[in-house]
């Protein structure tokens, strides 16, 4: 329903009875076209325009045509001969009719006019018609009480159901063409089927009496015969010939008693499981201190005996648990698959058991002391999370590394965020507390790195459950270790390598977030961490070198998935090498010194091996965390160290050429390496493991074919591409292109003038779309408030009526 038309204002008429000279004149009637620029001696047209003026016509020039367009759409006041052929010279008048009669015939039976059944047409059935075949003149009697009753011949079937008619017809016309004899009526045809199905009946009817008298007689002489064949036999000679059962019938007895599959529980939510473990945790607590102050603990509830509602209370149990069955021997036949059933019924006995009371034990007082101790001896199965650093501290304190894994593992559980509303920050702060705490683990003297191998697991744990909260531990933890290093470096201009919580904070890193991210909040730092220690930390003694060995070992681990390349790490394992060289004056040029090592000094011989006896008696061992901060005098512990140094290098080069083998720049990478190996470590002595190690080395360096060739300038300088002319074209002033020919000036003024007619006629369009839509809601509009006034004026005499009837009504009482 639109809105009502609005009503004319007063100025709408004022303004129709205005002259154009009062419109020019009226200031507000007159819209100006302001200019850009003057140009003298230039006329313009269109200086001032007259808006309501050229609306006020456009509307009324739509009024007179489009208008009385859309007022006529749809409506035809012309006769229209459309008859066929009625203009068509060609065509003769009797074709003319006969085609009209054909279209008039396939208008009729179209789809729609399928059940139009004119009185006009005759329906035929097999060429008769069905207004003869329903006058029903041959009667066929019934054989229902005849033993062949629902039998019937050929014949007699295709003449009732199968369009009798033209078979008869066709048998007729057959019989007439066969004997040239007269064609017989429709009485007298059915007739003769009649007789026919009779005949064929009573002949069915001796067959069937000859066979039963025949099968009688057989049955006779056969139960003669069998008297004589019947010869008892022994039960013994029975049970040995009993058949034995086929496969497929063993097959179907053994999926017959196949266990069924049995319904498993739902899947729980990680709320539902943590709730579980807690209630499971604050049980155990509970019993623990019931049997810490002396109290029995109360192992089941006693079940509840049900009663039915016949039960007299007299005692009498009827269904006793001492009924005797069914059960097979051991050794007497084979598994039939009752397992399923036995289980399920021994877990019905176990829980009957369990049900069932059992007698209370007294404890004397000893046991009750005894099992006082023990339960004072055990660890609590719930623990409140810890409020500060202290607070974990006092909760470790005194325990082994297993329990202390425990505790944390439980102290999870009892506080895991689903629980409660402020157990999440809770967690966040344990996170925090336990890297801390590894820290100091790793400081201790000796450090405690098997306390730090049982805490990881749960550290993961809650990594995974908050990794928010642990990235930005983690971080701080790598940030201020990064500040202490450069403001070293500042002061001094070297700085000393990381200690052994700094390691393992980095190993943690590794374990705890992805390494193979091209860039990540929490490893990139780390990765950096890595590369500055080993650039800027000199090396000055042998744990000096085994905290950079346990660096590099870390950074290989860092890019052993993505494979980037770290030449920090491949320039220390370098020095490393020449660490071990006893002539340093050999090396000449070859190598190039990068820091944090030197050509030669104080520090450039802590690698040189000089007793060959205690390299025969050295073991291939693994290079040690402690060894970081570990310091000895002894000489062979010294020998064996420096030898495991060397073992640890020659590993990680080996690591590194397995990762870095498909670089394109690999020979000249590891070229250094294979001269170091190959020339100048080959001629000392080393254990033979060392030796083998480094043969491989080389041979793996030396195998990898070189893919690149070097650089070399051309013989002959390269020829020039060829550069055609440019054609340069004037532009003069406002952008307008002068000096083409007479054909494109044309061909752009077309373009342009179609241009401007194309938005023209969209503007027109926009336009007369915008009157039809006025239009039509000025026409909803007009509908709507005559349905309104009908309706009003309904309303009303109805209220008129009813206050009549009302009137009456009450002059009646």
């Known amino acids: 329903m639109g809105k009502a038309p609005k009503k004319r204002s007063l100025a709408d008429k004022v303004r129709k009875t205005k002259t154009s000279s009062e419109i020019k004149n ?7 076209n302001r200019k850009k620029f003057d140009v003298l001696g230039r006329k313009s047209k269109h200086d001032v325009g007259l808006p309501g003026v050229s609306r006020s016509k456009a509307v009324n020039k739509r009024k007179e045509t489009l208008l009385k367009e859309y007022k006529q759409k749809n409506r035809c006041s012309k006769f229209i001969d459309r008859r066929f052929g009625e203009y068509d010279t060609k065509m003769a008048p009797e074709d003319k009719i006969l085609q009209r009669f054909t279209m008039e015939r396939q208008r009729v039976h179209e789809k729609k006019d399928v059940y139009n059944l004119n009185e006009e047409e005759e329906l035929t059935h097999y060429g008769q018609s069905l207004a003869e075949m329903e006058k029903f003149n041959d009667v066929v009697n019934s054989d229902d009480e005849s033993e062949e009753k629902g039998l019937l ?17 066709k048998k007729a016309l057959g019989e007439e063409e066969e004997g040239g004899q007269r064609a017989k009526s429709r009485q007298e045809l059915i007739e003769e089927l009649i007789q026919k199905s009779k005949q064929e009946k009573r002949e069915r009817q001796v067959q069937r009496e000859e066979a039963q008298e025949l099968t009688e007689k057989l049955d006779q002489d056969w139960k003669n015969i069998q008297s004589l064949m019947v010869k008892k036999t022994p039960k013994a000679d029975k049970q040995e010939e009993k058949p034995k059962l086929e496969e497929y019938d063993m097959m179907v007895r053994e999926l017959g008693f196949e266990m069924k599959a049995q319904p498993s529980e739902k899947m729980k939510t990680p709320e539902e499981l943590a709730k579980e473990e807690r209630e499971k945790l604050q049980k155990l607590e509970a019993d623990r201190l019931r049997r810490m102050m002396g109290e029995e603990v109360v192992e089941g509830a006693q079940s509840q005996i049900h009663f039915s509602a016949d039960d007299l209370n007299d005692g009498f149990i009827l269904d006793k648990h001492d009924k005797k069955t069914l059960a097979y021997q051991e050794g007497s036949g084979e598994d039939d698959g009752h397992s399923d059933l036995e289980s399920e019924q021994e877990s019905e006995n176990e829980e009957e058991e369990e049900a069932s009371p059992k007698p209370k034990k007294t404890l004397s007082k000893e046991e009750v002391k005894a099992q006082q101790e023990a339960a004072k001896a055990e660890l609590p199965y719930t623990f409140a999370a810890p409020e500060s650093y202290n607070d974990l501290k006092d909760m470790l304190h005194g325990h082994t590394s297993d329990n202390q894994r425990l505790i944390v593992a439980r102290t999870q559980k009892s506080n895991h965020p689903s629980l409660a509303v402020g157990n999440k920050l809770k967690l966040q702060k344990l996170f925090g507390f336990l890297l801390e705490y590894i820290g100091e683990l790793a400081t201790r003297s000796p450090p405690e790195l098997s306390t730090i191998d049982k805490l990881i697991p749960e550290v993961y744990a809650l990594c995974q459950m908050f990794p928010d ?24 201009g070297h700085a000393a390598f990381p200690t052994l919580d700094m390691l393992i904070y980095l190993k943690v890193t590794a374990l705890l977030f992805p390494t193979s991210d091209f860039r990540h909040p929490v490893t990139t730092p780390a990765l950096l961490f890595i590369s500055q220690a080993l650039t800027k930390c000199p090396v000055r003694s042998l744990q000096d070198l085994t905290s950079g060995l346990v660096l ?17 790490l491949i320039n220390f394992l370098v020095g490393t090498l020449h660490l071990a060289v006893q002539d340093k004056a050999s090396l000449g040029m070859t190598l190039l010194y990068v820091p944090p090592f030197r050509a030669s000094g104080k520090y450039s011989d802590l690698l040189v091996l000089s007793s060959s006896e205690s390299c025969r008696s050295w073991s291939k061992k693994s290079l040690p965390l402690s060894a970081t901060h570990y310091k000895t005098e002894m000489f062979i512990i010294v020998f064996f160290h420096r030898l495991t140094c060397l073992s640890t290098c020659l590993d990680l080069v080996k690591r590194c050429c397995l990762l870095y083998k498909d670089l394109p720049s690999f020979t000249h990478i590891f070229k250094p390496i294979r001269t170091l190996l190959s020339k100048h470590l080959s001629t000392q002595i080393l254990p033979e493991p060392l030796q083998e190690l480094s043969s491989e080395i080389v041979e793996a360096i030396s195998s990898t074919p070189v893919t690149q060739s070097a650089l070399v300038f051309d013989k002959r300088k390269p020829i020039p591409l060829k550069l055609l002319t440019p054609k340069i074209v004037e532009v003069l002033d406002y952008g307008k292109k002068r000096g083409s020919t007479r054909e494109e000036r044309e061909k752009e003024r077309l373009k342009h003038k179609y241009k401007r007619e194309f938005k023209g006629a969209l503007r027109e369009i926009r336009k007369d779309s915008r009157f039809l839509a006025r239009e039509k809601l000025n026409e909803v509009m007009n509908r709507d408030a005559e349905r309104k006034r009908k309706v009003k004026e309904l309303m009303g005499s109805l209220a008129t009526q009813e206050g009549e009837w009302k009137s009456l009504k009450r002059k009646k009482k």
Not at 557 to 568: A, C
């Open 469 to 492: 909260a642990a990235c930005k531990a983690m971080q701080s933890i790598l940030g201020d270790a990064a500040h202490s290093m450069e403001e070293t470096l500042e002061v001094k």
């Open 26 to 32: 009226n200031p507000f009637e007159v819209k100006i």
């Open 153 to 169: 011949s050929a014949e007699l079937t295709a003449s009732h159901f199968g369009g009798g008619g033209g078979l008869l017809r």
């Open 552 to 568: 590099c070992s870390l950074g290989v681990e860092y890019v052993s998935f993505s494979k980037r390349f770290l030449p920090e």
